[in-house]
């Protein structure tokens, strides 16, 4: 008894990324994973609930969602923990995180890791230092988080009404002017709305490469100018003058519906066919996106440094890669989204199970995605939307 006590202590010290899989499997059992990730979408949110079960059938590990409008109100918990000088039983264990609130908390010592290497499952991801679950808007992740679904940006346009989308950003300022009021995009303080900037700014700029390396003020200043003069000659015919803007895109889509506009964004190919099979989206809806590519990135999940239940979320994040889990999350039916997986290092049950997935008219393959654009340095992200609001609202 009194070795078994002892164990049990030594297994509940370990950190578990140091610890072999089993030790970390054992100290999971019984913990409530709080995974703090946007709750704007109703079939993501869905998606964790049932990975829940999941988890809690297999793992003793429950998930408990902690809905967030922006990932850095979690960010923010976790800087005000650290400063308080709390550094275990942390009130987030788990974070949906891309981009400036990576950089942000990986700058601070906020991270939990390195951990990515210690999951069974990371054997089916490419984890080459240039391959996409290995950089986060340019930032080396280094196993401090990891990923769990793959986004590209995609336009949604309802073909009953629109035959004449243009053949890249530049070209909606003409399109606008022929179609006044019937174009919008998010608020750009909504990473949606920010990232239809971003997409017309890589397009646009006179060096994309520039793009790549944090922001300077120079660099700014050159490679946003063509942006400013196109959003310029594009504001006024947008919806409303371009003085009000629709919340999100879940508001834009609902827009689009209604007929009110003729296109809406989504970082995610299939939500259209999605939106068509629950019926809010007519079913002539289709996916657009510019020829020469759109913004593609990757979703990842990272655990806070202080994590109260930090080998549970490595459970949670390691199930998550699971081929059968990326599976169910591709089917058009739960998310639709495109697996993070390397399709080279699954084996024919894995395989089987992607080749199974259902299809629909207004699903794209992958191929029909066009070339993925990689996101700018996420120091460009905040620039770009401080900017936007300077220049725009008043």
Request: aromatic share 10%; hydrophobic share 50%; proline share 7%.
């Amino acid at each position: 008894m009194r070795f078994a006590s002892l164990t049990a202590l030594c297994l509940s010290l370990a950190t578990p990324a140091l610890a072999d899989w089993p030790q970390t499997l054992e100290a999971a059992r019984g913990q409530t994973v709080y995974w703090n990730a946007w709750g704007g979408d109703a079939r993501t949110n869905a998606f964790i609930a049932w990975a829940s079960t999941q988890t809690e059938a297999r793992y003793g590990v429950k998930i408990e969602q902690v809905k967030l409008t922006d990932t850095a109100e979690a960010v923010s918990r976790v800087l005000a923990e650290q400063a308080a000088g709390q550094s275990s039983g942390g009130s987030v264990d788990m974070i949906w995180i891309n981009g400036p609130n990576f950089l942000a908390m990986k700058q601070q010592g906020l991270l939990h890791g390195p951990f990515v290497a210690d999951l069974p499952n990371a054997k089916y991801l490419d984890l080459g230092p240039n391959a996409p679950a290995s950089v986060d808007f340019t930032v080396p992740v280094e196993g401090m988080e990891s990923p769990w679904r793959l986004a590209k940006f995609v336009f949604s346009y309802d073909s009953k009404r629109v035959q004449d989308m243009p053949d890249d950003m530049a070209g909606f300022v003409a399109w606008a002017a022929a179609h006044k009021g019937r174009l919008t995009h998010p608020a750009v303080s909504n990473f949606m709305g920010a990232t239809f900037l971003k997409q017309a700014l890589i397009e646009l700029a006179p060096d994309p490469a520039a793009l790549q390396q944090p922001v300077t003020e120079a660099a700014f200043a050159a490679q946003t100018a063509p942006l400013w003069a196109w959003y310029d000659a594009l504001r006024p015919n947008l919806w409303r003058q371009g003085e009000t803007f629709p919340e999100n895109e879940s508001v834009q889509a609902q827009m689009l519906n209604d007929g009110e506009i003729d296109i809406a964004m989504s970082f995610d190919p299939a939500s259209t066919a999605a939106a068509i099979a629950d019926g809010t989206l007519p079913e002539t809806a289709r996916v657009w996106v510019p020829k020469a590519g759109s913004i593609g990135n990757i979703s990842f999940v990272a655990i806070p440094f202080n994590a109260a239940h930090a080998a549970g979320a490595e459970v949670v994040a390691n199930f998550l890669l699971e081929p059968a889990t990326q599976a169910h999350m591709q089917d058009i039916s739960v998310l639709g989204s495109f697996s993070v997986l390397d399709s080279a290092k699954l084996d024919a049950a894995g395989l089987a199970a992607f080749a199974a997935l259902p299809s629909a008219p207004a699903l794209p393959a992958l191929a029909d995605l066009g070339p993925t654009l990689l996101e700018p340095h996420a120091s460009w992200m905040s620039r770009l939307t401080e900017d936007w609001a300077k220049r725009y609202t008043k």
